[in-house]
């Protein structure tokens, strides 16, 4: 009888910073089971050997911030029968997507000392922008027990089962005292999606949205909250605009704030 083949698993890197393949490469207790169900055809980060195309599954790293990741995303998108977004950058631009909201040439000019060397898009976009993406992890970096539930469901041909709650949630469980309420710290976790463990209201931080806009989250009731938190004069406009700005949710709040400003 011939062995049953496994399906392919394919890694791919765009602009990023690896956060999101080294959590792959964390999963001490998980790899070695996820190496049994899965050939990892692909992983440059990982392993030297190489083996062609087409994939069963893509997991893609970073957002799209040059001329010619343009085309090597539609070049992937043809060689993977299911795409993955891994992580924010790839499902929103991630923090590169700052320049978005500035002047690249400026920027490059403050940073680089020679600034003709670089040859980036004037914006940093998400991966659905240019092929379509079947699933989108969120997260920066993205939870190790998210990937493994999207890639368990692509083994079983279900639909992975991801949080659809808020990082106030998590951080309820985890038995915090709220920093808005007790402090009156600015934190996005009533509007972002769950998956972290609310990491930052545990070290009583607020939470800055890394996870991304939560799809049923009123945003327009959290803006007040917001204002209201601010310990500085457009702390809520920073806050909306660090990890997760670029997502279309988050920029429509910093329109409102820019708005209720003007007025
Ligand atoms: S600290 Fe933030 S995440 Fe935690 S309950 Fe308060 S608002 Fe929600
Ligand atoms: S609490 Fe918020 S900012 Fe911190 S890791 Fe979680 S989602 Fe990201």
């Known amino acids: 009888m011939a062995p049953i083949r496994k399906p392919t698993l394919a890694v791919y890197k765009f602009s990023s910073c690896d956060g999101c393949q080294l959590s792959l490469l964390n999963m001490e207790d998980e790899l070695l089971e996820l190496a049994e169900n899965v050939e990892i055809a692909f992983f440059l980060e990982a392993r030297r050997r190489i083996q062609p195309g087409p994939y069963d599954i893509g997991l893609v790293e970073g957002s799209i911030s040059t001329r010619g990741e343009i ?25 590169q997507a700052l320049r978005n909201f500035g002047d690249l040439e400026s920027f490059t000019q403050s940073v680089y000392p020679h600034p003709e060397y670089i040859h980036a898009l004037p914006s940093s976009s998400p991966i659905n922008e240019h092929v379509q993406v079947d699933i989108e992890l969120w997260g920066c970096p993205v939870s190790k027990n998210q990937v493994l539930e999207v890639i368990a469901g692509q083994l079983h041909m279900r639909r992975p089962i991801l949080p ?45 949205g890394c996870f991304g806009p939560l799809q049923e989250a009123e945003i327009d009731a959290m803006i007040p909250v917001l204002k209201a938190t601010e310990q500085y004069a457009g702390e809520a406009i920073n806050l909306l605009r660090t990890i997760s700005g670029n997502a279309p949710e988050f920029r429509e709040a910093v329109e409102t704030l820019l708005g209720a400003e003007e007025i």
Do not use: F, H, M, W
Not at 189 to 196: E, K, L, Q, V, Y
């Open 164 to 208: 659809g709650y808020s990082v106030c949630l998590e951080c309820k469980r985890r038995g915090n005292t709220c920093v808005i309420v007790a402090s009156g710290s600015s934190c996005l976790g009533p509007i972002t999606r769950a998956g972290c463990g609310a990491i930052c209201p545990s070290v009583n931080r607020g939470c800055y």
């Open 71 to 95: 085309d090597r995303i539609k070049e992937i998108k043809q060689d993977c029968r299911v795409l993955i977004a891994l992580g924010t950058c790839a499902t929103s631009g991630g923090v």
